[in-house]
């Protein structure tokens, strides 16, 4: 057995030790939880790698995270972890274990709720069960600094339900040609049908100059057509390490902390953890979940 499959099954063996409901931690400050949606227009893009590697960074800095996969078609986070979670949320629905046996501890300081099939039911849900859902996250997202969605692309509506509804929304693009058009269409869609801010990471590029070039593009459509820019927010480079890493399915995604890829992705958690402590929840802003289940307004 090679260094690394040891390790491997070290950390698989710490993630099934995990007691969900004993390990989920306390928040200390009562500075509500900052939802952020990981989105974009085409898959393929890097979001999961992207949330990953945010939680990661955002627990570095002492952050509660709490990571929500909720890719409705390819929930795939758990997998890229290794792990095989017992449960999820359509065990929740349907009342045959609650919230907290749920979620696991992917990593230090980093919470999971996996594969989050059942959610796109929600409109055939009858009361009881709906209401059972909504208590059961509401409750959950008291214990965290930052609610971490790694969605699926494109502008469907169950996949925009969740963007709308958060504090920010990470739009993850490419400099490939078909990235702009579908971009552009989510942001559309963000745009009319709530007002969540839209920041661009553009992944992938060669340069910098790139990667400017890119949300250049995109941000003279948004502009024209629908008055109202959206902000860079990171250029993350290409970088065959990332690639690598991902698909040997690495326990965490911080693991080539050698690269540029990873030094820039922590600083855009710095950037996002100042955003929290500004703008957030904490801004007299109702939560996440009381907002999905159409509780009040943003
Ligand atoms: N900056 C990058 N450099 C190289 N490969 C990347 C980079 N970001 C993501 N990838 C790779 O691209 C593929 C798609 O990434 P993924 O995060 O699964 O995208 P999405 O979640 O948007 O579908 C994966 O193989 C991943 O390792
Ligand atoms: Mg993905």
Known sequence: MSADQAQRLRELAKAADVKPSAG???KTSNSGCTS?????GKGGVGKTTLSLTLAASLARLQKRVLMMDVDLGLANVHILLGIAPRYNISHVI?????????VVEAAPGVYLVPGASGLEE???LDTARLERLRMAFMGLEDNYDYLLMDTGAGIGSAMTHFVKN???ALLVMTPDPSSLADSYAMVKVLY???NVRVAVVVNMVSSEREGRETFDRLNTLVVRFLKKPVELYAILPADKEVHRLGRRQIQLADRGANSRFY???SDLAKKISGYGASAGAAGGKSGFF???FGLSER
């Open 290 to 292: 009381s907002r999905f």
């Open 24 to 26: 989920q931690p306390r």
């Open 94 to 102: 349907a009342g045959e274990c609650s919230i907290d046996q749920v």
């Open 36 to 40: 952020i949606a990981v989105t974009s």
């Open 192 to 194: 009319e049908k709530g």
């Open 263 to 265: 030094d820039i992705a």
């Open 122 to 124: 929600l409109a055939n």
């Open 166 to 168: 958060s504090d920010l």
